[in-house]
């Protein structure tokens, strides 16, 4: 597996292990919108927004952005 370091157009960063090349997940990830924020259960419809991803780093030593 390997890693791989997202970050969105506002800032926030997760990691997450992925199989593939540098190529394929630069590819699966740049660009793409995903949900980010935290889930509050009283309000279960707010505190997510969709971002972009901007930049993805592959095992801490190559990275790509946007």
Not at 7 to 28: A, K, L, P
Not at 39 to 46: I, R, S
Request: glycine share 8%; hydrophobic share 25%; proline share 2%.
């Amino acid at each position: 597996m390997n890693k791989a370091t997202l970050t969105t157009t506002s800032g926030h960063t997760w990691s997450t292990s992925i199989n593939g090349s540098f190529e394929d997940v630069c590819s699966y990830f740049l660009g793409k919108r995903f949900s980010v924020g935290s889930y509050d259960e009283t309000k279960p419809n707010e505190g997510f927004t969709l971002e972009a991803v901007t930049s993805v780093t592959y095992n801490d030593t190559q990275t790509a952005t946007l």
